[in-house]
């Protein structure tokens, strides 16, 4: 007896159902869903000897190998790599890199680099912009392993990475840097721990150069609203014809990262930076990032009652009218200015510093800070040129 198309598809469709609801379900456990969000068990490279950074293309002693220890007690592998401005006046080869740290950190400015989930700070693509920091924008950088990552020890919790932030911190100042020549980039995941820290700083009224989102996403929360499985399987979009499951699994989210919340603790300045063609985080992110940096300077928007249907035409026209001058005054204070070719830099001007949007064509979601134009524009924000 031969079955036909329709009667197997749907068993096909049955099992697909299954298979969904069991993934969805696993998320929910604590232990997969830590490792699934930070990914940190995928150490690629792999086999790794972070003696020796030579290995992945940095230039010989340029880079010490480092651990930094949390205040709870976590050992974090770490890599310290010097400005080739600095790493040339030593005219010949450092027999002992690390004793010029301390010159290093107070003759040149330097980037607290945070890293996105998966993988270890000798990640190529990481690699590449350690070199391209250290050599267009003359800048040391810090490159930290998060506890549970690379040789750290631990697991990562999202408590966990901010302690693991401000242990980088505290490094950095201990060792002669003061915090207006600390610049904060993070990548990815590294946004959401770069938040955290800035806004604890903040908090205590220390004030870095600046904080700098590659690539960053408004909270784990949206993140699952907006992620695609292999680039085309919308996860939570079956789930949103259900609310109350969909509320149920966002619920147990453990690791939230609400990067969005808390914008209005930090006080520097900003430079958010996303490409259009990042098919892992989408580029709205760092649209509502840069709007909730926005927001506090504008009207509020106004609200409809529910019943919108019964509202007057002059109530329509008062609504109207509200709008409009919400996107005029939006128009006043940023400015956008289009850059041939690489993507357009929108700048917000009237709040007491810089905050600034870069939305570029290209550079996907790891190859970002790699590209020149975003380094240009994170050094002249940042003031790293001419010195
Ligand atoms: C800190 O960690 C070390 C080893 O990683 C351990 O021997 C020591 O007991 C720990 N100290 C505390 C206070 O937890
Ligand atoms: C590089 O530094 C190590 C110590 O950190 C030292 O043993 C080695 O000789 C140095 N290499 C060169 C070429 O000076």
């Known amino acids: 007896m031969s079955q036909g198309f329709f009667p197997i598809a749907r068993k096909v469709f049955a099992g697909l159902g299954v298979l969904y609801g069991a993934a969805i379900v696993l998320l929910t456990i604590p232990y997969i869903q830590t490792h699934v969000l930070f990914l940190h068990a995928v ?175 408004s909270s784990i929360s949206k993140v699952l609203d907006t992620y695609s499985l292999l680039r085309v399987f919308p996860l939570m979009k079956p789930l949103a014809m259900i609310p109350w499951i969909a509320n149920l699994v966002k619920r147990a989210i453990i690791h939230r990262f609400e990067t969005d919340t808390l914008v209005p603790r930090i006080k520097g300045p900003v430079l958010i930076a996303h490409a259009e063609n990042d098919w892992e985080i989408p580029y709205s992110h760092s649209e509502a990032l840069f709007n909730a940096f926005l927001d506090p300077l504008l009207p509020a928007v106004p ?51 810089k905050v600034i949007f870069v939305q570029t064509l290209v550079g996907g979601h790891d190859y970002l800070g790699v590209q020149e134009g975003v380094q240009d524009v994170i050094g002249r924000t940042f003031g790293l040129f001419g010195r």
């Open 43 to 217: 150490k690629i490279p792999w086999f790794s000897n972070y003696d020796m950074p030579e290995r992945y293309g940095l230039a010989p002693n340029k880079t010490v190998n480092l651990k930094i220890n949390t205040a709870d007690n976590e050992s974090l592998g770490a890599w310290f790599v010097l400005s080739d401005p600095f790493y040339h006046s030593l005219h010949a080869i450092p027999s002992q890199p690390a004793d010029h740290i301390p010159t290093a950190l107070k003759s040149h400015p330097t980037i607290l680099f945070f890293h996105g989930n998966a993988a270890t700070r000798a990640f190529s693509a990481r690699i590449q912009q350690y070199t391209a920091y250290s050599s267009r924008l003359s800048v040391n950088v810090l490159a930290i392993d998060y506890r549970g990552f690379g040789d750290s020890t631990g697991t990562p919790t999202e408590a966990g990475l901010a302690h693991d932030a401000r242990a980088a911190w505290n490094w950095l100042i201990a060792n002669g840097a003061t915090a207006d020549q600390i610049l904060i980039v993070g990548h990815s995941l590294g946004t959401g721990v770069s938040a955290l820290l800035s806004a604890e700083l903040s908090d205590e009224g220390i004030s870095p150069r600046g904080v700098v989102f590659l690539s960053p996403f």
């Open 303 to 353: 609200s409809l009652p529910p019943n919108a249907v019964s509202l007057t035409e002059d109530e329509w026209s008062a609504f109207r009218i509200q709008l409009a001058t919400r996107r005029e005054l939006r128009a006043e204070i940023v400015s956008s200015v289009e850059l041939c070719n690489f993507g357009t830099v929108h700048e917000l001007t009237e709040a007491g510093r």
